[in-house]
């Protein structure tokens, strides 16, 4: 239901999934071509080097993304597309109240709703709402595909190095599916894990600190009292213990090295 009046196309990466995907993309019709590009291995190989696939077997000049469990809205791929071309890179907000229970909605940490997160002069951007012009993410090299988390912002933060400005597209939205909070905790204590050996460096060195995301609801002790705030406290809890294991990984790594 894109209301983009150019000429594009769906790019379909199939990570080794087991839930028919492949079979539903093939009955799919679609108003633009639609490719589907599978690993051709039987376990999934993670995000980042689905998304280079897809990025490889893609004919269009901008490369918009997002995520297979999530919905895009209808003007998202032109809002994304008239910013693109103005910047290079563009970013999006994340919507989630549509995909989810309201009372989960309400109480668990959402820091995209106002689009890329700000820290110093630098924007973390998700994968899950982006496009980037063809010529900037191949001077790039695309994702790196040894991270299986935050792989998304390690690269948006190499392009700022590299100089490229994010634009931001408000009206390009992305209802995002939330998960339940025990699965969503431990996704938490990954990207911990993650921010600490790979994008608190890149923050450091780019002058930012090594400040953590922000959390829309920081923990108190009387929030385990209550059981809306719960699901902050296991989230805060997560991450941060995410952070203890990359921190003590990253220095470990050091000395070693060292």
């Given at each position: 239901r894109q209301d983009f009046d150019g000429t594009w196309e769906i790019v379909l990466a199939d990570d080794a999934s087991t839930d028919g995907t492949a079979a539903v993309a093939a009955a799919a019709t679609s108003p633009g071509s639609l490719v589907v590009v599978s690993s051709?291995?039987?376990?999934?190989?993670?995000?980042?080097?689905?998304?280079?696939?897809?990025?490889?077997?893609?004919?269009?000049?901008?490369?918009?993304?997002?995520?297979?469990?999530?919905?895009v809205d209808p003007h998202w791929l032109a809002a994304l597309v008239a910013r693109c071309r103005d910047s290079?890179?563009?970013?999006?907000?994340?919507?989630?109240?549509?995909?989810?229970?309201?009372?989960?909605?309400?109480?668990?940490?959402?820091?995209?709703?106002?689009?890329?997160?700000?820290?110093?002069?630098?924007?973390l951007v998700s994968a899950a709402c982006c496009a980037v012009s063809r010529t900037v993410f191949d001077a790039a090299g695309?994702?790196?595909?040894?991270?299986?988390?935050?792989?998304?912002?390690?690269?948006?933060?190499?392009?700022?190095?590299?100089?490229?400005?994010?634009?931001?597209?408000?009206?390009?939205?992305?209802?995002?599916?939330?998960?339940?909070?025990?699965?969503?905790?431990r996704v938490q204590f990954r990207y911990g894990v993650a921010h600490a050996r790979v994008i608190e460096p890149l923050l450091a060195s780019s002058g930012a600190g090594a400040d953590r995301p922000p959390s829309r609801g920081l923990a108190r002790i009387t929030d385990v009292f209550d059981p809306g705030q719960r699901i902050w406290l296991l989230a805060d809890a997560a991450?941060?213990?995410?952070?203890?294991?990359?921190?003590?990984?990253?220095?470990?790594?050091?000395?070693?090295a060292a």
């Open positions: 051709g291995r039987s376990r999934p190989t993670g995000p980042a080097s689905a998304r280079d696939r897809g990025a490889a077997a893609a004919q269009g000049e901008v490369l918009a993304f997002c995520d297979a469990d999530d919905e290079g890179v563009a970013a999006g907000r994340l919507d989630y109240t549509r995909l989810n229970d309201a009372a989960l909605a309400a109480r668990w940490p959402t820091p995209w709703e106002a689009g890329p997160i700000r820290l110093g002069d630098q924007l695309g994702f790196d595909e040894r991270l299986r988390y935050a792989e998304d912002t390690e690269l948006f933060l190499r392009l700022q190095r590299l100089g490229h400005r994010v634009g931001y597209a408000p009206d390009a939205v992305v209802a995002c599916r939330l998960r339940p909070p025990l699965r969503q905790a991450f941060a213990a995410g952070l203890v294991r990359g921190r003590l990984q990253r220095r470990f790594s050091r000395q070693a």
